[in-house]
Nanobody
Framework: QVQLVESGGGLVQAGGSLRLSCAAS????????MAWFRQTPGKERDFVAF????????DYANSVKGRFTISRDVAENTVFLQMNSLKPDDTAVYYCAGRRSDIGSYYPGTYDSWGQGTQVTVSS
């Protein structure tokens, strides 16, 4: 099982940028399709982006397309989420997740490894 630790969250003004990091240990990120989800109080955990383990192909939620970019650094064993043009609606706890499959998934229940989350707050 891979262990995941997120960092990089914080408070930013609307229109600003943040880069989240997800440091993996115990296994290589190459063995996992990696994803980012986000959650606000009282709501379900929502898909943000994934990067497939074999092809490196990516997909994004419509709400973040063109603004967010997921990437991975195999040497650093880390996955990133670059977030630009942030909006107040992006405010949430962001979670990194992994699944041992070549295929990405939009559903949090299909991921078996999770980090503890990092808070992102976007002020208007």
């Amino acid at each position: 099982q891979v262990q995941l630790v997120e960092s990089g969250g914080g408070l930013v003004q609307a229109g600003g940028s943040l880069r989240l990091s997800c440091a993996a240990s115990g296994r290589s990120v190459r063995e996992y399709t990696m994803a980012w989800f986000r959650q606000t109080p009282g709501k379900e955990r929502d898909f943000v982006a994934f990067i497939a383990r074999s092809t490196g192909s990516t997909d994004y939620a419509n709400s973040v397309k063109g603004r967010f970019t997921i990437s991975r650094d195999v040497a650093e064993n880390t996955v990133f989420l670059q977030m630009n043009s942030l909006k107040p609606d992006d405010t949430a706890v962001y979670y990194c997740a992994g699944r041992r499959s070549d295929i990405g998934s939009y559903y949090p229940g299909t991921y078996d490894s999770w980090g503890q989350g990092t808070q992102v707050t976007v002020s208007s």
